[in-house]
T-cell receptor
Framework: GAGVSQTPSNKVTEKGKYVELRCDPI?????LYWYRQSLGQGPEFLIY????????DSGLPNDRFFAVRPEGSVSTLKIQRTERGDSAVYLC??????????????FGEGSRLTVL | KQEVTQIPAALSVPEGENLVLNCSFT??????LQWFRQDPGKGLTSLLL?????REQTSGRLNASLDKSSGRSTLYIAASQPGDSATYLC?????????FGQGTRLTINP
């Protein structure tokens, strides 16, 4: 596609529920990133995929968070047993080059998650 | 652990002024530095990318400089316009990921 697409744009859920957030990167981009942004803060790194594999998942806050990219294109961020503290905007980015050190990252509009 | 700081947190200036936004980082072993713009409720738009071997990049009214040895970057905006109002984020990269500052919220008053 023309840009990075994220769905849903807004998600409201209740504490304890399961949530999936989807990211469709720019066609042909091999690198995909998930970030989380709380109000008034800069984005915080969650996980980086190169192709189908997670090259760096050091930013995932705990084992309730999991992400997949089974075919090396679309990625899904999965959050189990959601907590109010998970409320944030979840941003996805892609790059045509391996690793953020080598190329420009292009971000989607984000998925705003609200846990009641 | 890389830490990125942006000063000031917020800035309000009259239209037409030239202004400078500051970014500092603790680990000078970076691959590149990017400046992004974020409008309220929106994603990030890349403005300028400076590779570690470069000193500056220019795009229109924007000029970004990088002094890797001192861990500093500046974003210079010339002849500011109300449409420049947004949050500006600085991010530095290791080999694999970007580390962001908290941003500077810029307001240009007509």
């Amino acid at each position: 596609g023309a840009g990075v697409s994220q769905t849903p744009s807004n998600k409201v859920t209740e504490k304890g529920k399961y949530v999936e957030l989807r990211c469709d990167p720019i066609s042909g981009h091999t690198a995909l990133y998930w970030y989380r942004q709380s109000l008034g803060q800069g984005p915080e790194f969650l996980i980086y995929f190169q192709g189908t594999g997670a090259a760096d998942d050091s930013g995932l806050p705990n084992d309730r968070f999991f992400a997949v990219r089974p075919e090396g294109s679309v990625s899904t961020l999965k959050i189990q047993r959601t907590e109010r503290g998970d409320s944030a905007v979840y941003l996805c980015a892609s790059s045509g080059l391996a690793g953020a050190g080598w190329g420009e990252l292009f971000f989607g509009e984000g998925s705003r998650l609200t846990v009641l | 652990k890389q830490e990125v700081t942006q000063i000031p947190a917020a800035l309000s200036v009259p239209e037409g002024e030239n202004l400078v936004l500051n970014c500092s980082f603790t680990d000078s072993a970076i691959y590149n530095l990017q400046w992004f713009r974020q409008d309220p409720g929106k994603g990030l738009t890349s403005l300028l990318l400076i590779q570690s071997s470069q000193r500056e990049q220019t795009s229109g009214r924007l000029n970004a400089s990088l002094d890797k040895s001192s861990g500093r970057s500046t974003l210079y905006i010339a002849a500011s316009q109300p449409g420049d109002s947004a949050t500006y984020l600085c991010a530095v990269s290791g080999a694999q990921k970007l580390v962001f500052g908290q941003g500077t919220r810029l307001t240009i008053n007509p």
